[in-house]
């Protein structure tokens, strides 16, 4: 192993021009003397630009931090009980905020523990040499940054030299088995991970982006990020956007832009370095970077402002909603000039106060009194703006001079850096370690100091009391080690807050110490709005919406309408619902579908019920009429007993109707199916008889004088009542096999709109078994009317045969108008109505025809020309066999162009 750190040290040597210098003058360290050298780095100065190693100066983060190791120094140096006779030196290094200078500068810290072999080296009067052997470190506080502390730490675990660091938080640093001898006392970025995903679940929000700085402190602590809300569920990740280490002109916006892909995850959680934190909140606001580059007298733009300049750049004011790591923490550096991006930033910070004894110490350091620290000359300058004058060197006129007699806090602002508790606290678990060691190895050696057995002082040894060691830090809490050398987290929760509030600024909105406590009330967010804000990939489905999940992300979705008679079983699945049921208003359930029947008040009931009452009345007005004047010529002449059984049939047909319209039942249901048919079959069975006995009679007149059978009127009665029967024992027949009943059809009246749906309850007919029912009576029609037809030429005088004739013409012009009617309406949501109607009307039409052409004359005769209404000369069948024969002989004549016959009406 230490033959493999010195070719390592050999190798970053020659990659080092600096590195003899480093080793005789070290012009970039500090020295103090002391029994027991702790090593310590510091990012005294930031990244410098064009390769170079060191760039401005860091007051807070550099300065502050260092001068918080010194301190703790010269306090543990005073504490009598604490290492008694043993003082503390300290060899301190400016790691530029660089990890690969950093781990150049920090050889000094391992070279008095390589072997050098001296043997062939020899002084000119040939005496061997001696050599300053150099300070031996027996611990490194430090470093800062995490890419930093892995670095270094990879070398100082080869000579087992511990570390502890006061700010490094990556999760990667926990791994025990690759950085066994490194120790914090601040809690690792897993902790920190966690908490913020508290935050992030307290708020609400389940879709954010992540944003790291290239390296290993925002790379590991994104990652634990990610992984800690992947293992725990409920958030998602948009995007994970990585900052380059040497960012270009442009980088940020493109940042920004990328984020702006996902407009929904306006949460950012931010694991980035105080360096890129600001250009990307400047990137959102769509500030200009010119406006911050005269911050730096380099022509470097302070690169801690990166993210906020980002988004200003952008003018998302407002839009994005950070949550800081301790990067960020409660820094007004970051979001110095854009407040009004940060404005409601959730930052988080481990938990800590401020060290008074150190105020009083640092703002008492002067030029004079503090000479061992090397760069306090450039924390000057830096500070009051001023320029020293230095011997052969001009000052600038421009610079005003630097007097020596200002005074840090009343002459310039001053405010604790954050870290400084962990940088005494860091120091003082040496101490501590280093006194138990003590205590133990030199046992009861009154004197104190470095005993024998502590002389050198072994790194693995120290490193166990380092991991054992429990006191109470500077700010008043525990300080201790778990098995990974890991703090235990405990965190305050800021939020950047710019109304509401006297002192504009960072408030403590909570804590987190292995759980979260926020006081939401307390939070407000751009111009003092207190609602929270959203954070969500797909909003919450509107009740009677299903989920439909986008593919490997699990926070986001379409809401999809359960639309038709659909409902939303659960919140991923629409289901339909049974057929008597429809989905309520929000689609979350179904509901019963309402029942309807035809009502009586309905139009669709009223017309054809209006002239169905009228028909009965005209129907029962002939009856009255001719029973009144039954033994008259003209009710004698026109058949009295089939004129009875057409106008029950007529009677019969006007009463379906109501039939039709009245609620259904089994008894309704019933007398619908005998009675729909049978009024037509009976009416139409005896126009067909009197038809055939006409057609019969004349035919037969025209072959001999001997008169046809079955023309007497019981023949006539006989010959309808078996056409009748025919249709009866069909209908019984039917009630045989389908006995009636009623159903409720909840497909017919079923339109696209739910609301509008309807069951219908109606008799167990459908079209095909209600045209069937009418079908016998329609072949009766058509067979009448091929009768009437034929008996066309039968003279005026003999009966009703003209009079049939218009009327089957008529009726069957009615049907087949009923026929399109019907049959075109059954895709409409008006089917029950307009069927029922149409063929109600058809029927009372059809009637009306009949009772209007063969017996309303007949009427009109009996009651207003009574003169008419005499007996004449009866007619004998050679009367009827000789007017036969002229009119048969008169139509051929006809047909061929001789002269009129006309008969003799006397017979």
């Not at 100065?45 to 502050?64: D, F, V």
């Not at 270009?248 to 702006?260: A, P, V």
């Not at 019963?592 to 005209?618: C, D, R």
Request: hydrophobic share 40%; with cysteine; aromatic share 10%.
């Amino acid at each position: 192993m230490l033959s493999l750190a010195l070719l390592l040290l050999l190798d970053l040597s020659a990659l080092s021009p600096a590195w003899a210098s480093h080793q005789h003058f070290l012009p970039h360290s500090i020295k103090i003397p002391g029994d027991i050298t702790l090593g310590g780095l510091f990012p005294i100065h930031a990244r410098g630009p064009h390769g170079l190693p060191c760039g401005e100066l860091k007051k807070e983060k550099g300065i502050h931090r260092m001068e918080a190791m010194l301190y703790a120094l010269d306090q543990i140096n005073g504490d009598p009980s604490l290492l008694p006779n043993i003082t503390l030196g300290a060899r301190i290094l400016d790691t530029c905020s660089r990890d690969t200078y950093a781990l150049e500068q920090s050889l000094t810290f391992v070279q008095a523990l390589i072997q050098k072999d001296t043997s062939d080296i020899r002084c000119s009067d040939g005496r061997p040499p001696v050599i300053r052997k150099p300070e031996r470190v027996v611990a490194v506080i430090g470093a800062s940054a995490s890419s930093v502390s892995i670095m270094v730490a990879n070398i100082l675990r080869l000579f087992e030299i511990p570390q502890v660091s006061y700010a490094s938080t990556a999760p990667e640093l926990s791994d025990n088995n690759r950085y066994d001898f490194f120790s914090r006392v601040v809690p690792p970025d897993s902790y920190q991970a966690q908490a913020m995903l508290d935050i992030v679940k307290a708020l609400g929000w389940n879709y954010v982006s992540t944003l790291a700085s290239e390296g290993n402190y925002g790379e590991s602590g994104v990652d634990a990020f990610m992984q800690i809300s992947r293992e725990a569920g409920g958030v998602c990740i948009a995007q994970s956007v990585k900052i380059p280490r040497e960012p270009t002109d442009g980088e940020f916006d493109k940042i920004i832009n990328r984020l702006m892909e996902t407009s929904n995850a306006r949460g950012v959680i931010i694991f980035a370095n105080e360096d890129d934190i600001k250009y990307v909140l400047a990137a959102v606001a769509g500030a200009s970077l010119s406006f911050f580059r005269p911050l730096n007298p380099a022509g470097v733009c302070g690169s801690n402002r990166q993210v906020l300049e980002a988004a200003k750049r952008a003018n998302l004011t407002g839009h994005f909603l950070f949550v800081g790591s301790d990067s960020w923490g409660a820094k007004s550096s970051p979001v110095m000039e854009l407040e009004d991006v940060a404005e409601g930033a959730v930052t988080i910070l481990p938990k800590r106060a401020s060290i008074d004894g150190f105020d009083q110490y640092f703002t008492s350091r002067s030029l004079e009194n503090n000479r061992r620290n090397i760069w306090f000359n450039e924390f000057w300058e830096d500070d009051f703006r001023c320029k020293l004058t230095r011997p052969g060197v001009e000052v600038d006129p421009g610079k005003k001079k630097c007097t020596g007699q200002e005074r840090i806090s009343r002459d310039s602002p001053y405010e604790q850096e954050g870290k400084v508790q962990f940088v005494i606290d860091a120091v003082y678990a040496v101490a501590y370690a280093l006194h138990s060691m003590q205590q133990q190895l030199c046992g009861d050696q009154s004197d104190g100091g470095v005993c024998r057995a502590m002389d050198p002082v072994e790194g693995r040894s120290l490193l166990g009391y380092i991991r054992d060691v429990n006191f109470n830090g500077s700010a008043g809490t525990s300080v201790l080690f778990n098995e990974n050398g890991d703090a235990p987290g405990r965190y305050d929760i800021f939020q950047f807050q710019m109304t509401n509030h006297s002192h504009p600024g960072y408030h403590v909105i909570g804590q987190w110490t292995n759980n979260l406590r926020l006081n939401l009330e307390e939070m407000q967010w751009s111009g003092g709005d207190k609602s929270l804000p959203d954070s969500i990939c797909s909003y919450p489905c509107k009740p009677g919406e299903r989920k439909k999940m986008v593919k490997g992300v699990p926070c986001c979705w379409h809401c999809e309408l359960c639309d038709g008679y659909r409902y939303q079983a659960d919140q991923f699945t629409c289901e339909t619902c049974p057929p008597d049921m429809r989905p309520v208003p929000n689609r979350t359930a179904c509901r019963p579908t309402p029942i309807i029947k035809l009502e009586w008040n309905s139009p669709w009931a009223l017309v054809p019920a209006s002239l169905s009452m009228l028909g009965i009345v005209a129907t029962c007005t002939v009856v009255v009429t001719f029973v009144r004047f039954n033994d008259t010529p003209i009710v004698r002449a026109s058949g009295r007993e089939l004129s009875y059984v057409l106008l029950t049939g007529i009677f019969l047909i006007y009463l379906i109707t109501f039939l039709m319209i009245a609620e259904p039942g089994v008894v309704v249901c019933a007398f619908r199916r005998l009675l729909l048919g049978l009024g037509m079959a009976i009416t139409y069975s005896a126009m067909l008889t009197k038809t055939n006995r006409i057609y019969r009679i004349f035919e037969q007149g025209k072959r001999s004088v001997a008169p046809p059978k079955f023309i007497s009127p019981t023949s006539q009665l006989l010959i309808t009542f078996i056409l009748v029967s025919v249709q009866v024992l069909g209908v019984f027949a039917w009630f045989v096999v389908v006995p009636p009943h009623t159903i409720v059809d909840y497909e017919e009246l079923r339109p696209p709109n739910p609301d509008l749906a309807r069951g219908i309850l109606k008799c167990d007919m459908s079209d095909l078994s209600l045209i069937c029912c009418l079908s016998y009576s329609m072949v009766l029609m058509v067979t009448c009317t091929v009768y009437a037809v034929k008996s066309r030429g039968v003279p005026e005088t003999f009966n009703e045969a003209k009079p049939i004739g218009f009327t089957m013409y008529t009726t069957c012009i009615v049907w087949l108008a009923f026929v399109p009617i019907f049959f075109g309406t059954a895709q409409s949501t008006e089917k029950m109505f307009i069927q029922t109607a149409t063929l109600t009307v058809s029927m009372t039409l059809s009637a009306s025809v009949s009772l209007g052409m063969l017996y309303i004359p007949k009427v009109y005769v009996i009651l207003f020309q009574p003169e008419q209404n005499i007996q004449k000369r009866k007619r004998s069948f050679k009367g009827v066999v000789q007017a036969a024969q002229l009119s048969h002989k008169s139509v051929r004549e006809n047909q061929n162009g001789g002269s009129n016959f006309e008969p003799d009406r006397t017979q």
